[in-house]
């Protein structure tokens, strides 16, 4: 059973835009910690964002002032804007959650989804 869904994954020439969602209908992401990591092909896993209860951000060095997250409570969706990608950006992108704010703003979550494929060219 899947619990969280991402989408919005493509393939995109550098310097281009892409938005990522993230939803659920297990967890509310209001009350918890969510955010996001990512995994290039034959490359450990790195944390890009996190945003916790209070509506806090971390954001790792690699990806500030490119990328933003946020979330819709209402529509307990989760977003991750990227904007003037890089091919090093290149990875399949993951959400997640954590109760723990230290661990999901590392980018280490308790559970997360399939993930989504963003490739930059």
């Known amino acids: 059973h899947v619990q969280l869904v991402e989408s919005g994954g493509d393939s995109v020439q550098a310097g281009g835009s892409l938005r990522l969602s993230c939803s659920t209908s297990a967890y509310r992401f209001s009350r918890i910690c969510v955010g996001w990591f990512r995994q290039p092909l034959g490359k450990e896993r790195e944390g890009v964002a996190a945003i916790g209860t209070d509506g806090r951000t971390i954001y790792a060095d690699s990806v500030k002032g490119r990328f933003t997250i946020s979330k819709d409570n209402r529509k307990n969706t989760l977003n991750l804007q990227m904007d003037m990608l890089k091919p090093e950006d290149t990875a399949m992108y993951y959400c997640?959650?954590?109760?723990?704010?230290?661990?999901?703003?590392?980018?280490?979550?308790?559970?997360w989804g399939q993930g989504t494929q963003v490739t930059v060219s």
């Open positions: 997640g959650i954590n109760g723990d704010w230290t661990a999901c703003s590392r980018g280490v979550f308790s559970i």
